[in-house]
């Protein structure tokens, strides 16, 4: 089941966070932040969070908002699930569920933000396997050696 994110979840995703390899305390803390905002001000629309949970486990999130200055640019910012759970189609199923929310909200592009470094080489597989396309890519952009890859994925939706 997919929901929107609700207080009692943030101790969970802070969990997956820190049990998952790839990331490092500075990405995390990133992460958690954009979770604390969306729980002190439930009103706001930047950060949208949604939890795929099962048998009342957490078991993945994502974080999907407007991008500012656009009439119908997504960005996905986080999309993570528990790494004890890889492989059974929950990414899949959360990917599903931004892409409909930016449909349903008039969206035209979802954009996803990615490292180049090796240990997100199963991250770049996961986008391109979902029929994301690499739109850019910026040589040295986190540090040297480590290039951003903007993917994306244009929906021709009528009602835009």
């Known amino acids: 089941m997919i929901r929107k994110l609700k207080p009692d979840d943030v101790k969970g995703i802070k969990d997956i966070l820190n049990r998952t390899d790839n990331f490092q305390e500075e990405e995390i803390e990133v ?5 604390q905002i969306a729980i002190s001000d439930p009103e706001q629309k930047d950060y949208n969070i949604f939890i795929y949970e099962e048998n009342n486990k957490l078991l993945g999130y994502h974080c999907t908002g407007k991008r ?16 004890d759970h890889k492989s059974k189609g929950i990414g899949k199923k959360l990917i599903n569920h931004a892409e409909n929310f930016v449909i349903e909200n008039n969206g035209r592009w979802l954009l996803v933000e990615t490292s180049s470094r090796g240990v ?6 996961f986008y391109l396997r979902n029929n994301y396309s690499i739109i850019s890519e910026i040589n040295d ?20």
């Open 120 to 125: 997100y080489q199963a991250t770049r597989n």
């Open 68 to 83: 500012p200055l656009t009439d119908a640019v997504y960005d996905l910012y986080w999309i993570v699930t528990d790494p």
């Open 141 to 160: 952009f986190y540090s040297l050696g480590d290039n951003l890859i903007v993917f994306g994925k244009y929906f021709n939706n009528k009602k835009n």
């Open 31 to 35: 992460a958690m932040e954009l979770v």
